[in-house]
């Protein structure tokens, strides 16, 4: 194989799989990513067995091939070369020469036979999605799913699609058992034909992370998202993401979110997020406990340790049933309200044990529970 491609061409290739690279080293080859020399371009591949990504980068290929390299120690190289022309050049035993101006390195690279395949991916069956609609939906659930939790099921998203002869509507939801964030976004574009009206999947957190970081990039075009069998497809301007798909049950998240009626609190999102970071400052342990109070017109924050001493802050607040007091972990109130836009939210609490429903009327296809804690 040999080469050239453009210092800022192969850095953007190499920066988009290091999430993707397998960090434990249990197969050596998985911590390295592909490079493919092919007429139309460089090709640069990385997968960790569940997830995979592929993306064609410009380059002048002289020879075709292809070899594997470590993707972190490329992608350090790369990053500290000046801007200009690349050349690689993979020689016996897939030693890999690396000549940029003055600069020379030989790393050592693997075989290209011996690294993983991507599994084949039909075009067809593929729904066209916003991109910023998508990106919202991620960043507004993504928070709330588990991490490494060990029902194995709460550390993905559950993907809903439906599709109608008018619109496309996609849901997720994220919850790690303390909290549940959902969110829908209408797409606004028919599905193309032969879509099921309604598609459900599951889809691992690193593959969302890996998506959400994608269409940050921004550029043209919108990303297409597809399901076969257990496989999630995204596509995105050139570049193909592939994920396995979690298989098992999804908790019954409609059960799980009050319906409208309970006793309802109207506050100012930025005044409220503040006087949590203050009040939790001093709660006592891992659960970052704090009381919330409730009074017609008021709210209070209140946490204590017997280490260090007690907080407390009154906020005025859009409420007018009788008094109320409840316990929640703030480091999860906090995330919640990271994630919103609006400057007043509404708590909707029935009881000081039921769980507490937060939304905000500028995103009315958003909702988010957080259990409450005893105190």
């Keep these: 194989m040999k080469v050239r491609i453009e210092r800022d061409e192969l850095l953007t290739g190499l920066q988009r799989v ?12 998985l911590s390295n990513v592909l490079l493919e020399a092919r007429q139309e ?20 290929v002289l020879e075709t091939g ?22 690689l050049t993979t020689g016996e035993n897939n030693w890999t020469t690396i000549q940029a101006g003055k600069s020379q390195f030989k790393i050592v690279g693997l075989s290209s036979a011996d690294y993983p395949a991507l599994p084949a991916i039909e075009r067809e069956g593929l729904t066209p999605l ?7 939906l991620i960043h507004k659930t993504l928070f709330a799913a588990g991490d490494n939790d060990a029902r194995y099921i709460l550390n993905g ?10 619109k496309t509507t996609l849901r997720l939801v994220g919850t790690d058992g303390h909290r549940l964030a959902m969110a829908e976004h209408e797409m606004g574009q028919v599905g193309g034909k032969g879509i099921p009206q309604e598609i459900k999947a599951i889809i691992p957190k690193k593959a969302a992370q890996e998506m959400r970081r994608l269409l940050e990039e921004g550029g043209d075009g919108e990303p297409l998202i597809g399901f076969a069998k257990n496989l999630m497809i995204f596509r995105k301007s050139g570049l193909l993401l592939t994920s396995r798909l979690m298989e098992g049950n999804y908790p019954n998240y409609q059960q799980v979110i009050p319906k409208e009626g309970g006793k309802k609190i109207v506050v100012n999102r ?8 203050r009040v939790s400052v001093l709660s006592r342990d891992k659960a970052s406990a704090v009381k919330v109070s409730f009074v017609p017109g008021k709210m209070t924050l209140f946490s204590s340790s017997p280490d260090y001493g007690e907080a407390t802050e009154e906020l005025s607040a859009g409420y007018e049933g009788e008094a109320l007091s409840s316990g929640f972990n703030a480091r999860y109130l906090l995330d919640v309200f990271g994630v919103m836009d609006g400057e007043s939210v509404t708590l909707q609490i029935e009881t000081p044990l039921s769980p507490c429903l937060i939304q905000e009327t500028e995103s009315p296809g958003f909702k988010c529970v957080v259990m409450p804690i005893k105190i």
């Design 18 to 29: 290091q999430g993707v690279v397998e960090k434990r080293n249990t197969m050596p080859i």
């Design 41 to 60: 371009g460089a090709e640069i591949v990385a997968t960790d067995l569940e997830i995979g990504m592929r993306g064609l980068y410009k380059a002048t």
């Design 130 to 136: 916003s991109g910023e609609g998508l990106l919202e």
């Design 157 to 166: 998203l559950l993907v809903t699609l439906i599709n109608t002869e008018k």
């Design 270 to 277: 930025i005044e409220l997020e503040s006087a949590l970071r």
């Design 66 to 87: 292809g070899v594997t390299i470590s993707a972190r120690k490329l992608f350090e190289i790369i990053k500290e070369l000046p801007s200009g022309d690349i050349e």
